[in-house]
């Protein structure tokens, strides 16, 4: 099993920052991806960004250019810095990680955290 932890969200103006952190613990020793999902109310939760364990990265086309996707590997933890936010990213920001297993993989989430930005 795989805990994931999050934090960093909160309330902040259009066009401030954020940076969101998230720490994986457990067996931590196969995640291949990590990276983070937001969900708006009313909405399906979308991916926003996910690194690999070879830092191979992969934004959606709304996060590209404003949204950096880091990851530690010795630490495991995966943070996302946001920048130039606008109210439509307003949604709760879940920590996402895939782990091998010997047929197939594992996927786990975090608890989630709030993202406002008002404008």
């Known amino acids: 099993q795989v805990q994931l932890v999050e934090s960093g969200g909160g309330l902040v103006q259009a066009g401030g920052s954020l940076r969101l952190s998230c720490t994986a613990s457990?067996?931590?020793?196969?995640?291949?991806?990590m990276g983070w999902y937001r969900q708006a109310p009313g909405s399906q939760r979308e991916m926003v960004a996910t690194v690999t364990s070879a830092d191979s990265t992969n934004y959606a086309d709304y996060a590209k250019g404003r949204f950096s996707i880091s990851r530690d590997n010795a630490k495991n933890t995966v943070s996302l810095q946001m920048n130039s936010l606008k109210p439509e990213d307003t949604a709760v920001y879940y920590c996402?990680?895939?782990?091998?297993?010997?047929?197939?993989?594992?996927?786990?989430w975090g608890q989630g955290t709030q993202v406002t930005v008002s404008s």
């Open positions: 996402f990680a895939k782990s091998l297993k010997l047929i197939g993989s594992n996927d786990y």
């Open positions: 457990g067996r931590t020793n196969s995640l291949i991806l």
